[in-house]
């Protein structure tokens, strides 16, 4: 076995970790972001590097050796933050669960560590390779050491060689120490030279390799100002040499063959991940059945009966019920089981089995039998697979989990039972994997797992329902959500028409269109180069066309949108690049997205509603996402003329709530101006342009109304001085006095801004009308940036929330009435604040009516809701 050597950055990477991923708890209220980060690096390094040596190296502590040739030595550091010192002893611990050595050394950084180690390594024929974040170990890399540094993320690196440092950074590995000494390091407070930055830090290396070179040979600097700098700071350059050197001969004690790396106990590891709550990684340790049988032997026995032929006896009135599907898209994944549990016992129907049974089917359908399910919508949409009708869920884990806490990222049984302190249950990815890993196991493992899911699932029920009347949220539960399930169900599973032809041809009109502009660019460029590449097109507008350079990476120069669309009066290239963009997305991500999820036979697209995802309540819509298709664009509109009718003869009609969020704030701010003008229907934004502006209607402006609107909106969605300025090109000081001018001038807002974020400080969660509610820990946090988020967090949950709520309601509102009144028209799709409805063109005149007073009426504010409605041909005409 050959030998090769992992020495790791244990700082570096935490640190990485921690401000590249959200701020996480697990179920003990323990931050894990860092660990987690630092987990999936780890993994990855330990599966495509195959180490047969590994230590993680960590800083001793703040004072080291180098704070004698300069006490100010990283001086300029921000204090590392409690959420992350508390997790730097958890990383050890996953260090000592995975069996991998780690060290420090007082007085010394871990850079010094590792140095020291891959010196020896490299003595010992070792492959050394080094992973970091921090680009003063690039001082380490040679024929035999190689540096992986991190980019973007955390398992996003980039690998230094000799070779591709001379290609990338036009220098030696040697020349690193003075490079830094020559450009410093504000990061770490080393001066170097200053006003010498990288740039110009190699063309004097280039010129005289080396820093005792360029000091020795100073005159031939050409620049006075340069030459002048060097002159006045050459202390500096060779103190912050000494500063950036690596000591490759630290009295480190521990020894290479100390730190030999025989794999990890894969029973350790996944206790530690079961223990933190890293759920989504157990699959990644679990490779085969034996892990599997492992964890299940650790598990109390269960009596689970395989059935081999149902028996009415096993059916009971109420049963809890899990249709086991191992891949997330329930319109296409496979039934692998079916488990029952009620108090006759515990079963598992092979799928064939009960798919075979009348039995079965009809106790499925029987709506006095009652089912206790996980996702009844899941479960409905598979059993109609199988023309199985399914009736009678009366609960529903998943959505009460879901309520309870919607800030939970697993809401899957396992997780669910274990955050109930239920641990007789392994979890799904212990049992089939994840991935490419993912498979079914045996029948016996498969129903010992399904068996105690069920289990799991039927044991719940009471707590859970107990919880949420505690929370005073069973009526959301039962009268909201629950209800809403079921027609989303049934949405799924009718899906929407398409018109694939119209799709290909948009394809094929896209792609003239793009042909077209691309050859507009080159014209104007000057040469043909790759559009989609940044680093070709840096340099073609910021040198060959000489635009203002706004910034700069460490890859080169920036072409994000938002950087393109400042200079977007400054050449005619750039708005033909940003519509370029625009059109290639729309290409790529919507019409050959949507042609590839197609139904073949129907030539329908089912889409999925995402019910228990997003804290605020609202629907998410996935594979596809229909509710993103882009609509500023009138190639982005023209999408939806692809979306047609099922039947001949039929019609789209949409309706649509107007302003819908703005006038739940007026109801729940109280706001007698806002009340006012809503209720004399009145153009909501001129209103508040004059207020603010205090000028009468016909002196509102074009500009001033546009102003007022970015600030209405702003309000919902959590205004900032800094969001604003952005939004309307103008500086932070201006929005400030926008946003203080509005306050004056709708007292109640300030006032329900003020109390709702104290009323979530002293609750913790903040509730919609309907009680829905929304957890909020980082309004007590010691972090200005995440207290501020959370509270603007506060401020506009329960507005949108509940605006979510409404809608909600008005979709099972209508959907009844429209059964009441035996009326062909059937609802399609929810898009934000619109429902989507196919009807035959007789029912149009009646739809006109009942949907809008059905829309209206579905709740009672001190401002009348507003509906529009449209109809056409296609989803595009509906408008």
Same mark, same amino acid.
């Given at each position: 076995?050959?030998?090769?050597?992992?020495?790791?950055?244990?700082?570096?990477? #935490?640190?990485?970790?921690?401000?590249?991923?959200?701020?996480?708890?697990?179920?003990?209220?323990?931050?894990?972001?860092?660990?987690?980060?630092?987990?999936?690096?780890?993994?990855?390094?330990?599966?495509?590097?195959?180490?047969?040596?590994?230590?993680?190296?960590?800083?001793?502590?703040?004072?080291?050796?180098?704070?004698?040739?300069?006490?100010?030595?990283?001086?300029?550091?921000?204090?590392?933050?409690?959420?992350?010192?508390?997790?730097?002893?958890?990383?050890?611990?996953?260090?000592?669960?995975?069996?991998?050595?780690?060290?420090?050394?007082?007085?010394?950084?871990?850079?010094?560590?590792?140095?020291?180690?891959?010196?020896?390594?490299?003595?010992?024929?070792?492959?050394?390779?080094?992973?970091?974040?921090?680009?003063?170990?690039?001082?380490?890399?040679?024929?035999?050491?190689?540096?992986?540094?991190?980019?973007?993320?955390?398992?996003?690196?980039?690998?230094?060689?000799?070779?591709?440092?001379?290609?990338?950074?036009?220098?030696?590995?040697?020349?690193?120490?003075?490079?830094?000494?020559?450009?410093?390091?504000?990061?770490?407070?080393?001066?170097?030279?200053?006003?010498?930055?990288?740039?110009?830090?190699?063309?004097?290396?280039?010129?005289?390799?080396?820093?005792?070179?360029?000091? =020795?040979?100073?005159?031939?600097?050409?620049?006075?100002?340069?030459?002048?700098?060097?002159?006045?700071?050459?202390?500096?350059?060779?103190?912050?040499?000494?500063?950036?050197?690596?000591?490759?001969?630290?009295?480190?004690?521990?020894?290479?063959?100390?730190?030999?790396?025989?794999?990890?106990?894969?029973?350790?590891?996944?206790?530690?991940?079961?223990?933190?709550?890293?759920?989504?990684?157990?699959?990644?340790?679990?490779?085969?059945? /034996?892990?599997?049988?492992?964890?299940?032997?650790?598990?109390?026995?269960?009596?689970?009966?395989?059935?081999?032929?149902?028996?009415?006896?096993?059916?009971?009135?109420?049963? #809890?019920?899990?249709?086991?599907?191992?891949?997330?898209?329930?319109?296409?994944?496979?039934?692998?089981?079916?488990?029952?549990?009620?108090?006759?016992?515990?079963?598992?129907?092979?799928?064939?089995?009960?798919?075979?049974?009348?039995?079965?089917?009809?106790?499925?359908?029987?709506?006095?039998?009652?089912?206790?399910?996980?996702? =009844?919508?899941?479960?409905?949409?598979?059993?109609?697979?199988?023309?199985?009708?399914?009736?009678?869920?009366?609960?529903?884990?998943?959505?009460?989990?879901?309520?309870?806490?919607?800030?939970?990222?697993?809401?899957?049984?396992?997780?669910?039972?274990?955050?109930?302190?239920?641990?007789?249950?392994?979890?799904?990815?212990?049992?089939?994997?994840?991935?490419?890993?993912?498979?079914?196991?045996?029948?016996?493992?498969?129903?010992?797992?399904?068996?105690?899911?069920?289990?799991?699932?039927?044991?719940?029920?009471?707590?859970?329902?107990?919880?949420?009347?505690?929370?005073?949220?069973?009526?959301?539960?039962?009268?909201?959500?629950?209800?809403?399930?079921?027609?989303?169900?049934?949405?799924?599973?009718?899906?929407?028409?398409?018109?694939?032809?119209?799709?290909?041809?948009?394809?094929?009109?896209?792609?003239?269109?793009?042909?077209?502009?691309?050859?507009?660019?080159?014209?104007?460029?000057?040469?043909?180069?790759?559009?989609?590449?940044?680093?070709?097109?840096?340099?073609?507008?910021?040198?060959?066309?000489?635009?203002?350079?706004?910034?700069?990476?460490?890859?080169?120069?920036?072409?994000?949108?938002?950087?393109?669309?400042?200079?977007?009066?400054?050449?005619?290239?750039?708005?033909?690049?940003?519509?370029?963009?625009?059109?290639?997305?729309?290409?790529?991500?919507?019409?050959?997205?949507?042609?590839?999820?197609?139904?073949?036979?129907?030539?329908?697209?089912?889409?999925?509603?995402?019910?228990?995802?997003?804290?605020?309540?609202?629907?998410?819509?996935?594979?596809?996402?229909?509710?993103?298709?882009?609509?500023?664009?009138?190639?982005?509109?023209?999408?939806?003329?692809?979306?047609?009718?099922?039947?001949? !003869?039929?019609?789209?009609?949409?309706?649509?709530?107007?302003?819908?969020?703005?006038?739940?704030?007026?109801?729940?701010?109280?706001?007698?101006?806002?009340?006012?003008?809503?209720?004399?229907?009145?153009?909501?934004?001129?209103?508040?342009?004059?207020?603010?502006?205090?000028?009468?209607?016909?002196?509102?402006?074009?500009?001033?109304?546009?102003? =007022?609107?970015?600030?209405?909106? !702003?309000?919902?969605?959590?205004?900032?001085?800094?969001?604003?300025?952005?939004?309307?090109?103008?500086?932070?000081?201006?929005?400030?006095?926008?946003?203080?001018?509005?306050?004056?001038?709708?007292?109640?807002?300030?006032?329900?801004?003020?109390?709702?974020?104290?009323?979530?400080?002293?609750?913790?969660?903040?509730?919609?009308?309907?009680?829905?509610?929304?957890?909020?820990?980082?309004?007590?946090?010691?972090?200005?940036?995440?207290?501020?988020?959370?509270?603007?967090?506060?401020?506009?949950?329960?507005?949108?929330?509940?605006?979510?709520?409404?809608?909600?309601?008005?979709?099972?509102?209508?959907?009844?009435?429209?059964?009441?009144?035996?009326?062909?028209?059937?609802?399609?799709?929810?898009?934000?604040?619109?429902?989507?409805?196919?009807?035959?063109?007789?029912?149009?005149?009646?739809?006109?009516?009942?949907?809008?007073?059905?829309? /209206?009426?579905?709740?009672?504010?001190?401002?009348?809701?507003?509906?529009?409605?449209?109809?056409?041909?296609?989803?595009?005409?509906?408008?």
């Amino acid at each position: 076995m050959s030998k090769k050597l992992i020495l790791i950055d244990g700082n570096s990477i #935490a640190y990485r970790a921690f401000f590249a991923l959200p701020l996480l708890n697990n179920d003990k209220g323990v931050h894990t972001n860092a660990v987690y980060g630092f987990t999936t690096m780890l993994l990855k390094i330990l599966e495509e590097e195959q180490p047969s040596h590994a230590l993680v190296a960590f800083d001793a502590g703040k004072t080291t050796f180098r704070h004698k040739t300069y006490e100010e030595y990283k001086g300029g550091r921000q204090k590392t933050p409690p959420e992350l010192s508390e997790q730097f002893p958890l990383v050890r611990e996953l260090l000592d669960a995975f069996q991998i050595s780690h060290y420090e050394l007082d007085q010394y950084e871990a850079d010094d560590i590792i140095g020291t180690l891959a010196r020896r390594g490299e003595q010992d024929g070792f492959e050394v390779k080094v992973i970091s974040g921090d680009r003063d170990l690039l001082q380490l890399v040679s024929d035999q050491v190689s540096v992986a540094l991190t980019k973007k993320g955390i398992t996003n690196v980039e690998t230094y060689t000799p070779s591709f440092m001379k290609e990338k950074m036009e220098i030696d590995p040697e020349q690193i120490i003075d490079l830094k000494a020559l450009m410093g390091d504000s990061s770490d407070n080393i001066p170097g030279v200053p006003g010498v930055g990288e740039k110009t830090a190699v063309k004097l290396l280039h010129q005289f390799e080396t820093l005792d070179q360029v000091f =020795a040979n100073v005159e031939d600097v050409s620049g006075k100002k340069l030459k002048e700098k060097l002159q006045n700071h050459k202390d500096d350059a060779f103190m912050s040499k000494e500063l950036v050197t690596i000591d490759i001969q630290a009295p480190i004690t521990v020894k290479l063959d100390e730190i030999h790396y025989n794999g990890y106990d894969s029973t350790k590891v996944a206790h530690f991940f079961r223990d933190l709550g890293f759920h989504s990684l157990l699959g990644r340790i679990n490779e085969d059945e /034996e892990g599997a049988e492992e964890v299940q032997e650790a598990l109390p026995n269960i009596d689970v009966t395989i059935v081999e032929s149902v028996d009415e006896t096993m059916l009971e009135d109420h049963s #809890a019920l899990v249709v086991e599907m191992l891949h997330d898209n329930y319109h296409t994944s496979s039934i692998e089981g079916i488990g029952i549990v009620n108090d006759t016992g515990t079963y598992f129907i092979p799928t064939d089995v009960a798919m075979e049974s009348d039995l079965f089917k009809q106790w499925a359908q029987d709506i006095t039998k009652k089912k206790w399910v996980f996702d =009844a919508k899941k479960t409905l949409v598979a059993l109609k697979r199988f023309d199985i009708d399914i009736k009678g869920i009366e609960f529903d884990l998943l959505i009460a989990s879901y309520l309870i806490n919607p800030s939970e990222n697993h809401h899957d049984i396992p997780s669910i039972s274990h955050r109930m302190d239920k641990k007789g249950i392994a979890y799904d990815e212990e049992v089939y994997g994840k991935g490419a890993k993912l498979k079914v196991p045996e029948q016996n493992s498969l129903a010992d797992h399904v068996g105690r899911k069920t289990t799991m699932l039927y044991e719940m029920k009471e707590p859970v329902e107990s919880r949420l009347r505690e929370n005073s949220q069973w009526e959301l539960y039962h009268e909201l959500e629950m209800p809403l399930s079921l027609i989303l169900g049934e949405m799924e599973h009718l899906g929407v028409a398409v018109d694939v032809e119209q799709l290909e041809n948009m394809g094929e009109e896209l792609q003239r269109r793009l042909s077209e502009i691309e050859e507009e660019v080159y014209e104007l460029a000057g040469e043909t180069f790759n559009l989609n590449s940044p680093k070709q097109l840096g340099p073609i507008l910021f040198e060959k066309l000489e635009l203002p350079v706004i910034k700069k990476t460490k890859t080169g120069y920036s072409t994000s949108a938002d950087i393109l669309e400042q200079l977007a009066d400054k050449h005619e290239i750039i708005p033909k690049i940003l519509l370029y963009r625009q059109l290639g997305k729309l290409q790529s991500t919507y019409i050959e997205g949507l042609l590839k999820v197609v139904d073949g036979q129907t030539n329908k697209i089912h889409t999925r509603f995402n019910q228990a995802l997003t804290q605020t309540g609202r629907l998410s819509s996935t594979e596809p996402n229909l509710q993103n298709i882009p609509i500023r664009l009138e190639e982005g509109r023209r999408i939806r003329q692809a979306f047609i009718p099922s039947e001949d !003869g039929w019609k789209i009609f949409s309706a649509d709530y107007s302003q819908i969020e703005l006038r739940v704030l007026a109801h729940i701010a109280n706001d007698e101006k806002l009340i006012q003008a809503f209720n004399d229907n009145e153009d909501i934004h001129t209103k508040t342009a004059m207020d603010v502006f205090h000028v009468d209607k016909d002196e509102v402006t074009d500009q001033m109304r546009r102003q =007022a609107k970015a600030v209405n909106f !702003g309000i919902v969605y959590g205004i900032s001085d800094y969001g604003l300025s952005q939004s309307l090109g103008i500086t932070r000081k201006e929005a400030k006095k926008f946003i203080d001018r509005y306050l004056e001038s709708y007292p109640g807002v300030k006032e329900y801004m003020d109390d709702v974020v104290q009323e979530a400080k002293q609750q913790g969660y903040v509730t919609t009308l309907m009680m829905r509610r929304r957890y909020l820990p980082d309004l007590t946090s010691r972090n200005f940036n995440r207290r501020s988020a959370a509270e603007r967090t506060a401020m506009n949950t329960p507005i949108q929330g509940t605006a979510a709520d409404i809608i909600k309601q008005a979709m099972i509102d209508l959907y009844h009435k429209l059964e009441d009144e035996k009326l062909e028209a059937r609802i399609l799709l929810q898009v934000h604040d619109e429902l989507i409805l196919e009807a035959p063109k007789h029912e149009l005149e009646t739809l006109k009516e009942l949907v809008t007073e059905v829309m /209206e009426k579905t709740v009672s504010l001190q401002v009348p809701l507003k509906v529009d409605h449209a109809y056409g041909d296609t989803w595009y005409d509906a408008k």
